[in-house]
């Protein structure tokens, strides 16, 4: 049974590093993490996203006091529990998609 969801989000300020548009979104989501985690003096506590627009994955970071960076639109955006699988994570990667 699938514990996914659809929630909305207001507008939530991000950084984000974009994968390698072309590549299946899948593929792109692990490599555009792993540059975004490297820019990150520290993991703890922040919250991560994951978006494609056009078809380029765009791996996010909720922004802080000190960051810069643009917005993911508010929107509607399906939510899937990864918690419990995160080795599968460039395999069940969400893909947000605002609803209108």
Partial sequence: MSTDSIIELAPVPVLYVPGEK?????EQAPAAFDRLEAQLSSLK???FYGTAVDGE???C???E????GLAIARGHYRVENIAASVSQIGKRI????ARR
């Fill in 22 to 26: 072309g590549q299946p979104v899948f």
């Fill in 45 to 47: 506590g922040r919250r």
């Fill in 57 to 59: 994955y765009r791996a």
């Fill in 61 to 63: 970071v909720a922004q």
């Fill in 65 to 68: 006091p000190g960051d810069e």
């Fill in 94 to 97: 969400v893909i947000g998609s």
